[in-house]
């Protein structure tokens, strides 16, 4: 198995070479979210991959404890390496878990490495996801396993997605996610069965003129009803080059 070492803003990340690899959607994520610097906060990554946005979460709020959560044994070892590399182990854990089980109260055992633990119900102020999009009849499945997880529900619904986030984040906490616009009135009933009250929405947009390819969601568990879209989002300019918000994004 061959891995790159890459670098985004302040963090260094292993990834395999050919197969799951962060993308855009991921950073547009990580920089949608609002925390508060000076306060300290537990923040729950839910499907968590290598790592990318918990740890760039960690760099950016000094004050933050992150929890990354990830099923498949390749990615969940690979996130604990990439937290070793950025020097966050006191402030970064990675746990492997099943998100459909979180919410019965799923213990988890790290092969005797650490005692069990459990994921307690609202022992998290903010809960951040980059879920699969596509349900599993939509599309052709990625031959590569972690691939395919990544893009369609194997593995990860959205109402279990749903249900995990309602158990983890405590009272008025915040969960953020970004999904397909397709999807949209879905997930907006899902966040609300679920407790949450959508907030902040977002559309990202490949450039101006285009239809939305990606939104972002930040809601609120037991929030009052008020939701804000904000200005779209454009990721290309009319000349072919990333906008400047996106290049703000990048650090580029």
């Known amino acids: 198995m061959v891995f790159t070492l890459d670098s985004i803003r302040d963090i260094k990340l292993y990834q395999r070479e050919r197969g799951y690899r962060f993308s855009l959607d991921a950073l547009l994520l990580f920089d949608f979210v609002r925390l508060k610097a000076q306060r300290p906060v537990r923040v729950a990554d839910l499907g968590a991959g290598s790592g990318v946005i918990g740890l760039l979460l960690a760099k950016k709020y000094g004050r933050a404890g992150v929890c990354m959560v990830e099923l ?31 919410a019965e109260g799923f213990f988890l055992n790290l092969k005797g490495k650490e005692p069990e633990r459990r994921l307690e119900r609202g022992s998290f102020d903010v809960a951040v996801s980059n879920p699969p999009f596509r349900k599993v009849l939509s599309g052709r499945i990625c031959p590569d396993e972690e691939k395919a997880a990544a893009r369609h529900e194997l593995k990860m619904s959205l109402p279990s997605l749903v249900r995990a986030a309602a158990h983890l984040v405590r009272e008025k ?25 959508p907030k902040r929405l977002c559309f990202v947009h490949g450039r101006e003129g285009l239809p939305a390819k990606m939104m972002l969601i930040e809601s609120v568990k037991g929030g009052s009803p008020g939701l804000s879209v904000e200005d779209p989002l454009f990721i290309y300019d009319m000349e072919g080059g990333y906008t400047s918000r996106v290049s703000r994004i990048y650090e580029l």
Do not use: W
Request: glycine share 8%; no cysteine.
């Open 173 to 197: 906490g915040r969960f953020f996610m970004v999904y397909h616009p397709e999807r949209l009135l879905e997930a907006l009933e899902r966040l609300r069965e679920g407790g949450f009250e």
């Open 72 to 102: 498949q044994e390749s990615l969940f070892s690979l996130a604990r390496k990439n937290v070793a590399l950025n020097g966050l182990e006191d402030r970064v854990s990675v746990i492997k878990a099943d998100i459909n089980s979180i």
